[in-house]
């Protein structure tokens, strides 16, 4: 399936921005793709930048890098749980405090790129692993249905939404 295909009964409509701006993708492909790309865009970000906010309340690349890799993981959780058909529904989190109890701005660049591509290495694995009917299982997330499929097109799109920050507010 590709994410132009999926059905927007089974995501939020806060989420529709990252769906839209996939286009034709198919899920495992982007997830490998995305991952890449994202990876040699950060690395071509001049080193100066990497702790700069544009805003004094804003976050840091660092932060960022280190908030794509928090929500991934949880993201992940998701769709571990509703693939395996638990109905529990699964509350949300508070992306600044998450950020406030990081200490990305201490890690090194490379640090950083490597567990992103770690956590990401090991979602491909999982939604490798799922059947179709397992992909289309929905759930409730952040008191909001979602199926998991659409959970890994978010991903992707979650990253590519960030990277667009990067392009128009940090460069």
């Known amino acids: 399936m590709k994410a132009s295909q999926l059905p927007v009964k089974e995501y939020a409509e806060y989420f529709f921005p990252y769906i839209s701006v996939l286009g034709d993708v198919t899920l495992i ?16 970000i001049p080193m100066d930048k990497f702790d700069y906010r544009y805003a004094e309340d804003k976050w840091t690349i660092k932060e960022i890098i280190q908030h794509v890799i928090d929500t991934e993981r949880i993201f992940a959780y998701r769709a571990l749980r509703i693939s395996r058909n638990d109905q529990t529904p699964l509350p949300g989190f ?45 759930g409730i997330a952040s008191n909001a249905g979602i199926s998991v499929r659409a959970i890994g097109f978010i991903m ?16």
């Open 29 to 44: 492909e982007e997830l490998e793709i995305s991952l890449h790309e994202f990876i040699r865009f950060v690395q071509n």
């Open 94 to 138: 508070d992306e600044n405090e998450y950020s406030n109890n990081t200490e990305a701005n201490k890690r090194g660049l490379q640090d950083l790129l490597t567990e992103l591509s770690a956590v990401r290495h090991s979602n491909i694995f999982l939604f490798k692993s799922f059947s179709e009917e397992q992909l289309q299982r929905t």
């Open 156 to 171: 992707i799109g979650h990253q590519k939404h960030h990277q667009n920050i990067f392009e128009e507010r940090y460069l």
